[in-house]
């Protein structure tokens, strides 16, 4: 009886050193080899070059044709732009197409994109883009629309004024059309019954 009790306590004993060493040997297995993880966030992928990871817009670069917009499936892009006066010169890209238009506002909504890629090919410039900054987590929503608009809220109300005065300039200055007098309609005939 005692012998058996010493039999079973050893070979517990050795039971659990087995099974340890056998599960310790996926470790072992990894030990020597180099490590495949990164030490984030103090060490960061490099993403591919044609990574679909989050849109960017190069704003100088736009002219506000809205050709990505149209593109986009998910109406993901809103823009808003008003044409500039005819003293305003707003430069030009870097292909040398000329600026007509405030773009006024230039928001691209993160939590609708799909990163289908549709709305880069239609841009005659080039503006927009994919950018490899995969850290865009946010707490809500709201925050996920980005607003690429350089302009501030009160240089756009400046353009809106402007705007607006230019266009109130503009139908003073229409010649008004001639006053017509309007014929009193003749009075009903009673009917005859
Ligand atoms: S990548 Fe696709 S879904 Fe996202 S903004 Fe461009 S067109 Fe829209
Ligand atoms: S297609 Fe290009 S230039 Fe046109 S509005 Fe979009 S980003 Fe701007």
């Not at 030009?92 to 405030?102: V, Y």
């Not at 990163?115 to 005659?124: D, R």
């Not at 003073?172 to 009903?188: D, I």
């Amino acid at each position: 009886m005692r012998t058996s009790l010493k039999e079973n306590y050893f070979e517990q004993v050795w039971k659990g050193i087995s099974t340890t060493l056998i599960g310790m040997r996926v470790t072992f297995g990894h030990l020597f080899k180099p490590a495949v993880t990164l030490q984030y966030p103090h060490e960061r992928w490099t993403m591919p070059e044609r990574a679909r990871v989050r849109i960017g817009m190069t704003y100088s670069e736009c002219t506000g044709c809205g050709a990505c917009a149209r593109a986009c499936p998910v109406d993901a892009i809103s823009i808003e732009t008003l044409k500039a006066q005819q003293d305003e010169d707003l430069g030009t890209t870097k292909d040398g197409t000329k600026k007509r238009l405030h773009v006024l506002k230039f928001d691209v909504d993160n939590a609708k994109c799909i990163y289908c890629g549709l709305c880069i090919p239609p841009c005659p410039t080039g503006a927009i883009h994919f950018v490899p900054d995969y850290e865009a987590m946010q707490l809500t929503r709201r925050n996920l629309i980005y607003h690429f608009t350089i302009l501030s809220a009160t240089e756009i109300e400046s353009i809106r004024q402007r705007d607006r005065e230019a266009k109130a300039r503009a139908a003073a200055a229409k010649p008004k059309a001639p006053e017509t007098t309007l014929m009193n309609p003749s009075p009903p005939q009673p009917s005859e019954s």
